[in-house]
């Protein structure tokens, strides 16, 4: 079973830096990490990914402004968040696969006020 801590995130300007951080449990063979954001009203929608290997992937909003990655140990996963704007207000999730299964941190708030 892989549990996902989140860490990071709160309240910051329009304009400003974040830093959210999630370690996975300390097992073998976790693959592609990810974060992942809910506004209220919205869906869940991807915002950036990275594999085992470094390769990423973002979402169109956040590219250029958000930055994923991966630790040395492979099981943490940091999203450096600068430039933010107020649509970036949302409950942000962490998200790893492992053997084809997927795991879900509990989310965390981040709020930016204009």
């Known amino acids: 079973q892989v549990q996902l801590v989140e860490s990071g995130g709160g309240l910051a300007q329009a304009g400003g830096s974040l830093k959210l951080s999630c370690a996975a449990t300390r097992i073998p063979s976790i693959g592609t990490m990810g974060w992942y954001r809910q506004a209220p009203g919205n869906q869940r929608e991807l915002v950036a990914t990275?594999?085992?290997?470094?390769?990423?992937n973002y979402a169109e909003a956040v590219k250029v402004r958000f930055t994923i990655s991966r630790e040395k140990d492979k099981n943490t996963v940091i999203l450096q968040m600068n430039n933010l704007k107020s649509e970036d207000t949302a409950v942000y999730y962490c998200k790893a696969i492992r053997y084809g299964v997927e795991y879900w941190g509990k989310g965390i708030l981040v709020t930016v006020s204009s």
């Open positions: 990275i594999t085992t290997s470094g390769t990423t």
